[in-house]
């Protein structure tokens, strides 16, 4: 009986030890198209997931990405708004975010396509969201991306900003809840919300100035749609990395 009983215990160990022992497999690209893999050219033009803000289009993020998103106009209270692509959900290595495209439109376009759109709705508070008549959606495909924003079901701290993309060029401080984390030389603003989510907010360095930092610097600071939502946002907190 004891005999069985070892043969029987060595039967099992031989079966459960290779999986404790076998290296664990990781999906694909887990390692790439990361936020903070960010990377300049001879001409100081910056390009993130695959994208270049300032000169890629919407057509090459649906070739990335797919063309599982919403386009539409999306405005805070007052505001003309801006011409925005949603993805809601997609995987950036093992982290999972929205990403949210800003398109480069003029308000005399934007006012265009809010006047031909084919639904108007409210979002969360005062946001309202334009759904595109179907011939300004066509045409949304050759604009050019100006902003890629990403806000990841992750959590960001000060220590984690800094260990993954470098010290800040300068941190402020935006109302009560919000702080943000500037890198001019990235064209990257990291946007820490106390009571919401998390923005990762990317444009072309060269107008970093004019985006992100006179925006700032203006005051009172105007209801931002994006933020807005994102406080809105629901999903699993949990660290970056």
């Not at 000169?55 to 063309?67: E, V």
């Not at 376009?109 to 334009?130: H, Q, V, W």
């Not at 984690?160 to 941190?171: D, N, Q, V, W, Y």
């Amino acid at each position: 009986m004891k005999t069985v009983l070892i043969v029987f215990a060595l039967v099992v160990l031989a079966l459960v030890l290779p999986v404790f022992m076998a290296p664990k497999t990781l999906p694909e690209g887990f390692d790439r198209n990361l936020p903070w893999q960010i990377t300049l050219d001879a001409a100081g033009n910056s390009a993130v997931f695959g994208l270049t803000p300032g000169q890629s289009r919407l057509a090459d993020a649906r070739a990335l990405f797919g063309g599982d998103f919403d386009v539409a106009v999306i405005a805070a209270s007052n505001q003309v708004g801006a011409l925005e692509v949603d993805y809601a959900q997609r995987s950036f290595g093992m982290l999972l975010a929205r990403l949210i495209l800003t398109l480069e439109a003029t308000p005399e376009e934007i006012d265009a396509m809010r006047e031909r759109a084919l639904k108007r709705e409210y979002k969360e508070g005062s946001t309202k969201k334009f759904t595109l008549h179907p011939d300004d959606r066509a045409r949304a495909e050759d604009a050019v991306i100006r902003a890629i924003s990403l806000i990841p079901n992750a959590r960001l701290d000060e220590e984690t900003i800094t260990r993954l993309f470098g010290k800040a060029a300068e941190t402020l401080p935006e109302g009560k809840t919000l702080t943000h984390y500037l890198y001019p030389d990235k064209g990257l603003d990291i946007v820490i919300d106390e009571k919401g989510r998390d923005i990762l907010q990317y444009v072309a360095p060269g107008d970093f100035d004019a985006r992100i930092r006179a925006p700032l610097e203006q005051a009172p600071s105007a209801p931002d749609a994006r933020r807005e939502d994102a406080r809105q946002d629901t999903g699993q907190s949990r660290n970056l990395c």
